[in-house]
């Protein structure tokens, strides 16, 4: 990235899925903390200069990890984290994702009670554009996939479309934009590439 500073956008990976746990209790899996400590081999990593995250536990899991790789501490934000998605709470994989391909079809409308994607995006774009104003150096955001496809749709100034979330449905992927020129250096890249 040639020097230049860097936010880099990550989604955290697999977490322990329980009914009976708020969503935003859940914490990332064995398999997710091996997934995500995989960016330790990453030059970018020990060039940051702050390590954000949401106040969700998948997130906060995410950027303790990398925090303690990198000897920083998380500086957590509630608007950092993912979509509003508690008027349904847990729903079954496959219900979930038709409510999800929904959100993102039609972003003006509020899907079953969730917060509308307009709103989301706009609230992400936000926080971002806060972190990034602030950033003395290389940043990394530890965040939510959804939020994430719309924070890319923004600054590719594309519309919003679930064809720019992150691929799979384990999570686990990062973007990364310049800060300097608000544009996208690259698209989605897995955190632990093989």
């Excluded at 990034?132 to 890319?152: E, F």
């Amino acid at each position: 990235m040639s020097g230049e500073p860097v936010l880099y956008f990550i989604t955290h990976p697999d977490v322990v899925i329980d009914p009976a746990v708020p969503i935003t209790d859940w914490p990332l899996s064995d398999r997710g903390r091996v997934r995500i400590a995989a960016l330790a081999s990453t030059p970018w990593l020990w060039s940051l200069s702050a390590i954000y995250c949401s106040t969700e536990r998948k997130a906060r899991d995410g950027a303790a990890l990398l925090c303690g790789l990198r000897g920083l501490t998380p500086i957590e934000r509630t608007d950092l984290g993912e979509n509003d998605r508690s008027s349904t709470g847990y729903l079954p994989p496959a219900e979930f994702q038709a409510t999800a391909d929904a959100f993102f079809a039609e972003p003006e409308s509020s899907i079953r009670g969730w917060a509308r994607a307009v709103d989301e995006q706009a609230r992400i774009v936000a926080a971002l554009e806060a972190v990034m104003a602030q950033a003395s150096g290389s940043v990394a955001v530890v965040s939510h996939g959804a939020v994430g496809a719309l924070a890319l749709a923004h600054y590719l100034g594309q519309p919003i479309s679930r064809a720019l979330d992150q691929p799979g449905a384990s999570g686990g992927h990062f973007f990364a934009l310049s800060i300097a020129q608000r544009s996208v250096l690259h698209g989605w890249r897995p955190v632990d590439p093989s």
